[in-house]
């Protein structure tokens, strides 16, 4: 067999790993499927309605539309979710798999991540196109700028899915406990909410999350009546790098243990 | 050719460390080997050293050649994937284009003699059925050598027979290392030997030796 080089090797791993994610997510079965992309939509009736009825259907009128204002932020939340938890669990997962020894544990969470962009992208359209037939005003203040905000999030996620992947490898116990946090996460993360909307006090707390700024800059960029007053992004920058070089320093180290865990 | 260079390996275990190999030197010339020595004297790991999915503790392996995946039983598979699926995935693995990877499939099809299986998920097969699958499988890719632990005898009577004449075939443009309870499938496929005790490697020239000397440590000679 002809040596090959590095990348190609790299890109034919996580090209086989991507297509077998998603081979293996599109096999649950047509009931499985339908709920992978309805369930985003049940959830952001669910919260909408939450929001009427605490708020009541007068006091909810914003000027611009809130069931635009909650998808954008959610399907971006949702996906910081399933990238963590599906990094969470990727080495372990396909511990089968390193028995090959072109797959590096690295290759699976880059692959679950693809994935999760795929889904993401998918969700979207669909999003869009209830949106359309619902005749809502969907065009974004700034397209570039959102993709900007989703890809920075991916970036975060990919940051943070490794530092507990490799933890949930050696201990289980993370891997539950970020389990339960990320539901919280979701309450305190500015998703359903602008957070100009809350009292100053309650303001200061919540920016120390990192997921409040992702979320502030992504509604702002993409509804005209919201701005990125509350964005710190060094913060921002800050919660991407120290993350990912932590992880990156961990994956280095602790590569060949987890491949022959 | 294989070049271990002062390697050790141990595991670390609640009882201490636990050596498998303890700073072994030695060079191995290309050949057909056969791998023996007592349960756990480390001749899996050994495997799984030159596989790299396992990595020594000290020292290093060096090695110009290509070597397949350990072939045990079934592992690398994934449960929920037809058998199809999983030999697509490991073409993919080894960068095979469409063309090619539908003449491997169409080749394992064909050799596991799996029928219907073939096209089922994995978690429905026997253990026999997982060993034909990974058997056949390892035979459509061309290295330099071939890791085989225990697999040859996966299967029934007609199946293992034709797996022994292909694997026959098969080394005649490459190697194999072979770990084996049955003395005469070393005799048969293995010129020269490797024995692994007391966490030492020695190497013979002639498979025979190495089996006479394999026995003599079972009957408790040192």
């Excluded at chain 2, 071939?146 to 007609?158: H, N, P, W």
Aim: aromatic share 14%.
């Amino acid at each position: 067999m002809t040596p090959r080089k590095p990348l190609p090797i790299f890109l034919a791993v996580v090209k086989a790993l991507f297509l077998r994610e998603l081979g293996m997510r599109m096999s649950v079965g047509k009931a499985g499927l339908f709920w992978t992309f309805f369930e985003p939509f049940a959830q952001v009736a669910m919260f909408i309605l939450i929001r009427v009825a605490i708020i009541g259907a007068t006091g909810s009128t914003t000027s611009y539309n809130f069931a635009v204002f909650m998808a954008v932020g959610f399907i971006a939340f949702n996906m910081f979710r399933n990238i963590l938890s599906s990094s969470t669990g990727a080495f372990t997962a396909n511990k089968a798999l390193f028995s090959y020894k072109q797959v590096k544990p690295i290759d699976t969470i880059i692959a679950r991540i693809m994935v999760e962009m795929f889904i993401t992208g998918i969700i979207i359209l669909l999003f869009l196109f209830i949106g359309f037939l619902l005749q809502y005003e969907l065009k974004p203040e700034n397209l570039v700028l959102v993709f900007a905000g989703y890809l920075w999030l991916v970036v975060f996620s990919f940051a943070v899915g490794l530092v507990v992947g490799i933890g949930n490898t050696f201990y289980v116990s993370i891997g539950k406990f970020v389990g339960i946090f990320s539901f919280l996460l979701m309450i305190a993360s500015a998703v359903f909410f602008p957070l100009e909307s809350i009292p100053p006090a309650g303001q200061e707390i919540l920016l120390y999350n990192p997921l409040v700024h992702f979320m502030e800059m992504i509604h702002a960029a993409y509804i005209y009546e919201l701005d990125d007053r509350f964005v710190d992004y060094t913060y921002m920058l800050k919660w991407t790098i120290t993350p990912l070089f932590i992880g990156m320093w961990l994956y280095v180290r602790l590569e060949k243990k987890i491949i022959s865990q | 050719m294989i070049e271990l260079k002062n390697v050790t390996k141990y595991f670390r275990t609640n009882q201490g460390k636990k050596y498998i190999l303890k700073d072994v030197s030695i060079t191995l010339p290309d050949g057909n080997v056969g791998i023996l020595g007592r349960n756990g004297a480390g001749k899996s790991t050994l495997m799984r050293m030159l596989g790299r999915i396992e990595f020594p503790s000290k020292g290093s392996i060096t090695s110009p050649n290509s070597f397949s995946w350990p072939l045990g039983l079934g592992g690398g598979f994934v449960g929920n994937m037809t058998g199809k699926a999983n030999v697509k995935f490991v073409s993919r693995l080894y960068g095979k284009n469409e063309k090619e990877i539908n003449d491997i499939i169409a080749y394992v099809r064909d050799f596991s003699e799996l029928g219907d299986y073939f096209d089922m998920p994995i978690k429905t097969y026997s253990s026999g059925m997982k060993g034909r699958l990974s058997f056949g499988l390892s035979l459509a890719f061309d290295f330099d050598y071939m890791l085989i632990d225990e697999t040859l005898s996966v299967g029934d009577a007609r199946f293992k027979d034709k797996a022994q004449a292909a694997l026959k075939k098969k080394i005649e443009s490459c190697h194999i290392l072979l770990v084996s309870h049955s003395m005469n499938t070393l005799k048969d496929l293995c010129q020269t030997g490797l024995l692994v005790h007391e966490g030492q490697l020695h190497y013979y020239e002639d498979i025979n030796d190495a089996i006479a000397r394999y026995e003599d440590i079972n009957k408790g000679k040192s």
